[in-house]
């Protein structure tokens, strides 16, 4: 593999050239020779892997199109990252879901859900859904941001449940990459 970072026929290159590709890695062009995986027989679970990296470029596209998401993934690019690697990296990361504490909600108006969540890139938002026993569900909001030493998601109850005993809160938590995580508590 040829490497270069100083040399001006090659600077700039991408792309293939009969059965070579230069590439570019910041500011060095590599020449290597074109991959072949025509006798590749990729496994089911390889095929889910590349159709799920196959729509994070197509995310990527649409989010280096965007001004604010490129800025937004830009200012979020460590040393050697680039806003496309960022927002590659936001779509195949998705948030996760720390904890559903309930212990505030017994089916009362003005009790509340408190949600830990996080995503490498941020939360875009914090839904909650509220079933009672028969499964039809109460009510639904967002979670609001809040700091009480750590950051929490709380959502407060606009109705009372008067069938709390087996119904169910479930939680959705948002990225900016439109990844959707979910969890419940059964009350």
Do not use: C
């Amino acid at each position: 593999m040829a490497k270069s970072t100083t040399n001006g026929l090659t600077h700039g290159y991408y792309g293939k050239v009969g059965d070579m590709v230069y590439r570019r890695f910041g500011n060095k062009s590599i020449l290597q020779k074109f991959p072949d995986f025509s006798g590749v027989r990729w496994s089911k679970a390889q095929k889910g892997i590349r159709r799920r990296f196959r729509d994070a470029t197509v995310y990527a596209h649409k989010a280096m199109a965007d001004p604010e998401l490129r800025a937004f993934y830009q200012k979020k690019a460590k040393k050697g990252q680039t806003a496309w690697n960022v927002a590659i990296s936001d779509y195949l990361l998705k948030p996760v879901i720390n904890e559903i504490d309930i212990h505030n909600y017994h089916g009362r108006k003005g009790e509340s859900v408190t949600v830990r969540a996080h995503d490498k890139y941020g939360v875009a938002a914090v839904l909650v859904f509220i079933y009672n026993a028969l499964g039809v569900e109460v009510e639904s909001g967002m979670a609001t941001m809040m700091f009480n030493g750590r950051l929490e998601y709380v959502y407060e109850a606009t109705e009372d449940n008067t069938r709390i005993a087996g119904g169910r809160i479930e939680v959705r938590v948002a990225d900016n990459a439109g990844n959707i995580v979910k969890d419940y508590r059964v009350t």
